[in-house]
């Protein structure tokens, strides 16, 4: 019995990506050790990725948190540069999430391209703002967002897109390599240590230090990614714990039961802070200035 053609072609096709992967970009890891891609400038066609996409004919969601100042101070440069640069060509609908649905500024939006906003109340403590997205985010993917979306990726509203990010990142499940700590020894990685917490990581356990700033996947995906640490969370908040770095803390004991599918590097969501870097050639996702007097109440 032969093998089909068509599959044959597929695997040379598969190999050649991974080929592609390593020649590309021989100074950086572009492979996990569980076999997942980390996309670095030079080792993906978007061509290629865009036309897949769009046989799919995905929608594509991307949710964003903007309640008190962080409102007025981010969430209008960052739709405005992500219908520049995210998944441009593609179905996109944001999600805002807000206690102030009138204040969401009107922004025209490119074919195929919608905003809906949902309204949230306002914790008292910034870092149950912060820890409330996962809970709420759960929610929304058991409703409209989960229905109409198939992809989606959750994000900070701090930072602005500057380079295209399309549906190179798309995979069934996407963590966001940190860019103060991807070359970062695993032994100094921030990870909760706190044995009793549901974020902690026993030394030696971890792979990567992931951003909470950005992660996605498959709308099913997300959705348990989600549940986990919401509940994570609830479990630790009525021990008294609270992980060291809120959500960021679960989602990194979350990667690390659950690896990733795909792993962006640390281009998709830089720091200018950190200063000229050889290998980050191209940022695509930048943090805003913090201007912590300004938002920490
Ligand atoms: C957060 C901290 C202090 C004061 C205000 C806020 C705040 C956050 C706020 O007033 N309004 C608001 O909408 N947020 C949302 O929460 C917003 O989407 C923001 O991007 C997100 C996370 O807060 P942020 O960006 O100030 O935290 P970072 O940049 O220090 O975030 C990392 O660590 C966090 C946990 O401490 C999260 O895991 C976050 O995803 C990480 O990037
Ligand atoms: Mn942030």
Request: some cysteine; proline content about 6%.
């Amino acid at each position: 019995m032969g093998t089909c053609p068509l599959s044959r072609m597929s695997l040379l096709r598969d190999n050649f990506s991974g080929l592609l992967r390593l020649w590309a970009r021989p100074e950086v890891l572009t492979c996990t050790p569980w076999g997942a891609p980390i996309i670095w400038d030079g080792t993906f066609d978007p061509d290629t990725a865009q036309q897949e996409a769009i046989q799919q004919n995905l929608t594509i969601g991307l949710t964003v948190f903007a309640v008190g100042r962080y409102l007025e101070k981010y969430l209008a440069r960052f739709l405005e540069t992500a219908e520049r640069h995210f998944m441009v060509g593609q179905r996109v609908v944001y999600y805002v999430f807000t206690e102030r649905p009138a204040a969401v500024p009107r922004l025209p939006l490119g074919p195929g391209r919608q905003l809906r906003v949902e309204r949230v109340s306002r914790e008292r403590r910034w870092q149950d703002v912060s820890m409330e997205r996962m809970r709420t985010l759960h929610a929304a993917l058991g409703g409209r967002l989960g229905r109409e979306a198939d992809f989606v990726f959750c994000m900070d509203v701090d930072q602005y897109f500057s380079g295209a990010f399309g549906p190179e990142a798309l995979a069934d499940s996407v963590a966001q390599l940190h860019a103060w700590h991807y070359h970062w020894p695993l032994p100094m990685l921030p990870y909760e240590r706190d044995a009793r917490s549901a974020a902690a990581l026993a030394s030696g356990e971890g792979d990567f230090y992931y951003h909470g700033a950005l992660f996605g996947g498959t709308v099913e995906a997300v959705r348990g990614l989600t549940a986990h640490c919401a509940r994570a969370q609830e479990q630790d908040r009525v021990r008294g714990l609270e992980a060291r770095w809120h959500d960021e803390s679960h989602l990194n004991k979350y990667f690390w039961l659950h690896k990733p599918a795909k792993v962006l590097s640390p281009e998709f969501c830089w720091s200018l802070e950190i200063g000229r870097r050889a290998e980050i050639r191209h940022p695509r996702l930048l943090w805003a200035p913090k201007e912590y007097d300004l938002v920490r109440d």
